[in-house]
């Protein structure tokens, strides 16, 4: 029987690291927070009242078996003139499967089929939730773009009313075997989906070691000056009896000018791996770096592979 795998996350990358781990033999469950309110998806869910689609569009098509040609469908965004514009296929595809089957639940089981899926993906609630943050300064910023565009330092982040999980996504995190927590935006992609009692205490209830991906570069607002560490604790003042066990970081040198690139473009820096304070967590490292446009990006299959030789020890 193969390993039960519960992914939490969001945006890109969620994606990236499902597109390694679908090479191997998993059963896999992608847990995706729906959150995001900006683009094509924001628009969307104002009109339509639905949760956001856009994350789970993307992870529908990094778990698929088409031809490529889909996938370019999928993804395709309109260039026009009209309200069009700017909304992709994909995301008219899932808000049509929503209206029709009544839920996304069901939506998604349905185009799962048509895409050939090795895994399953589950929206963390049907909800149209409103991601909130509490900024240093005490202000609310209301809504998950807004927090990301915020130049002010993230506290927390909280639902502006508390979101009724899917239950698919409950029984996932009981019966999993490793949870892993995937690269990403922290506060906007990966704890949306920690910051209600019920995923808590399933995770808690559950025997699944729990493994996460560290960011390779910090984020501005986020994680300014964060090291390894740091981002473990941020993630365990979320959970609950259950903390991090295991974390992947890399451990390949990278160019000062491509640092420099980033610090000046992007003010972000290289995440520190400070081993002196991982002493009681598990560190996997190996050289998961790579360049894809000129962007540090993590290599989805070595990280896939890490993850299958831990969940075989």
Sequence with gaps: MNKRVVV??????????????K???LDITAIVSVSDNGGSTGRLREEFNTPAVGDIRRVLISLSETEPLVEKLFNYRFKALNDLNGHTVGN????????????????????SKVFNLKGKVVPLTEDNVVLMGEMEDGSIVEGECNITLSSKKIKRVFYKDTPKVTPMAIKALKEA???????????TSIIPNLINSEVIDAIDGSNANIIYVCNMMTQPGETDDFKVSDHIKLL????????????????????????IKYQNEEEKDLVVVDYENLKDI??????YFIIDNYMIRHDALKL???????LLR
């Design 92 to 111: 008219l595809i899932l808000t049509a499967l929503k209206e029709i089957s009544g839920n996304l639940s069901d939506g998604i089981e349905a185009l």
């Design 8 to 21: 939490l996350g969001g945006g890109t990358g969620l994606s990236v690291l499902l597109s390694g781990l």
């Design 282 to 287: 598990r560190v996997v490292e190996d050289d």
């Design 177 to 187: 075997d490793a949870i892993i927590l995937s690269m990403g935006s922290i506060y």
């Design 236 to 259: 365990n003042s979320y959970l609950g009896k259950r903390k991090v066990s295991t974390v992947l970081v890399n451990n390949r040198e990278i160019d000062e000018s491509l640092l």
């Design 23 to 25: 090479k191997f033999p």
């Design 304 to 310: 896939a592979l890490s993850i299958f030789i831990e």
